[in-house]
Each structure stands twice: as structure tokens, then as C-alpha cells.
T-cell receptor
Framework: DSGVTQTPKHLITATGQRVTLRCSPR?????VYWYQQSLDQGLQFLIQ???????AKGNILERFSAQQFPDLHSELNLSSLELGDSALYFC???????????????FGEGSWLTVV | AQSVAQPEDQVNVAEGNPLTVKCTYS??????LFWYVQYPNRGLQFLLKYITGDNLVKGSYGFEAEFNKSQTSFHLKKPSALVSDSALYFCAVRDMVAAGNKLTFGGGTRVLVKP
């Protein structure tokens, strides 16, 4: 158990709908990352927050947004869903944003999203 | 750009034989390298990392990795593979150039250990 908690574990929704994925980071971790894992794209970095503020953006679509709340949990909002958005969405956390010793990034179990 | 490459999509090995999963990297500056494993229907689990120091890094579940600067490689190894090691393995590099220092992953290598 990595200590990163993601809900829901599985989600099936229709095209055009909106969903929210939730992530609770490891206790004490200030940085949250979101990744998308699909068969054709592999593991893609979406966005990162540090202590409530957006720190970095990756290949995140405009239909997607995220935020990190004062209690450090984070939500990834996916709207106007398309079939191609079906994927496994990972949340990860680390203590800081730097890559120094001890700052391993730990991943949750992921949220499986199926768009039908 | 910081990147890693995993040249093999799949590695097949018999149980009890040595297991090697290959990874090469391309970075500017010092590399921060990681290995993660994904078991079926599970999340990514951290195995080990190289930050600095000894070129041989020991990690979880009997895995180790050898950092080779001249060959820009960071291969994952296990002396004696188990059937339970069958999983998807990812090499990753910490991007120390871009803001946020995210992890950039290789394409993954599927390991199949046969009894």
C-alpha cells in the first residue's frame, strides 16, 4: 500500500458526460501528480500541484482540469468525455517538487475510466 | 528533453533464471532514475531509484539495478526470477529541467516468467 488513495476505482460513463476523480496523497506529501495510462499513449503526465498551486502542466486536454484543496487532496475533472478518454488515471504524490534523495513519487492504484 | 527508452516490449524468462529488463536514458545534467512495477489490475509500485553514489542499487522484492554512465543505461535485474514477478515494468527519469520535476516514463516492458 503506497498510502495514496484514489476513488472511484472503476467508473463507466457515457460520451459527453463529466466525471470527477479524487485523490488523497500520502500523509505529509505536498505535491500531487496526475497521469493517464492508455494502451496507445503509455503513461502520460497530465498536471502537477504543489501545496494548492499548479506547478506544471503536461499533455492535459482543455476539457480536463484539476485542483488541489487546502487539505491537500486533489480532484481531476474530465468533461465532454469521448471514447478516447477511456484510460487508467493515476494520482501520485511526493513530499516536495524536487528530485532529491528521499523524494520518491508514490502512485495510487488508479481510477479506471470507461467511456461508452 | 529528459527521456528513457525501454527497447524490449516483452521479456520471457524461465523461473529460476536471471531476469534483466533494459533501460537507457537521455538527460542533461545528473540523472535521477527510477523503476516501477505494475502488477495486473494494480497501481504502479516503486521498486528502486538511483540518485547518486553506488552504481548498483538494491530495491524491493530482490530486484537491483545497475547504473552505467558511459552506456547511459539503468538495467533492472533479478538473479532468480519468480512466476510472481510477471508484470509490467517501467523505467522513469525525474525531469530536473522542467518545473515540477515530474517523472517521464519509458514505454514499459512486459515480463513473463514461465514455470
Amino acid at each position: 500500500d503506497s498510502g495514496v488513495t484514489q476513488t472511484p476505482k472503476h467508473l463507466i460513463t457515457a460520451t459527453g458526460q463529466r466525471v470527477t476523480l479524487r485523490c488523497s496523497p500520502r500523509s505529509g506529501d505536498l505535491s500531487v501528480y496526475w497521469y493517464q495510462q492508455s494502451l496507445d499513449q503509455g503513461l502520460q503526465f497530465l498536471i502537477q500541484y504543489y501545496n494548492g498551486e499548479e506547478r506544471a502542466k503536461g499533455n492535459i486536454l482543455e476539457r480536463f482540469s484539476a485542483q488541489q484543496f487546502p487539505d491537500l487532496h486533489s480532484e481531476l475533472n474530465l468533461s465532454s468525455l469521448e471514447l478516447g478518454d477511456s484510460a487508467l488515471y493515476f494520482c501520485a504524490s511526493s513530499l516536495t517538487t524536487t528530485g532529491g534523495p528521499g523524494n520518491t513519487i508514490y502512485f495510487g492504484e488508479g481510477s479506471w475510466l470507461t467511456v461508452v | 528533453a529528459q527521456s528513457v527508452a525501454q527497447p524490449e516490449d516483452q521479456v520471457n524468462v524461465a523461473e529460476g533464471n536471471p531476469l534483466t529488463v533494459k533501460c537507457t536514458y537521455s538527460v542533461s545534467g545528473n540523472p535521477y532514475l527510477f523503476w516501477y512495477v505494475q502488477y495486473p489490475n494494480r497501481g504502479l509500485q516503486f521498486l528502486l531509484k538511483y540518485i547518486t553514489g553506488d552504481n548498483l542499487v538494491k530495491g524491493s522484492y530482490g530486484f537491483e539495478a545497475e547504473f552505467n554512465k558511459s552506456q547511459t543505461s539503468f538495467h533492472l535485474k533479478k538473479p532468480s526470477a519468480l512466476v510472481s514477478d510477471s508484470a509490467l515494468y517501467f523505467c522513469a527519469v525525474r525531469d530536473m529541467v522542467a518545473a515540477g520535476n515530474k517523472l517521464t516514463f519509458g514505454g514499459g516492458t512486459r515480463v513473463l516468467v514461465k514455470p
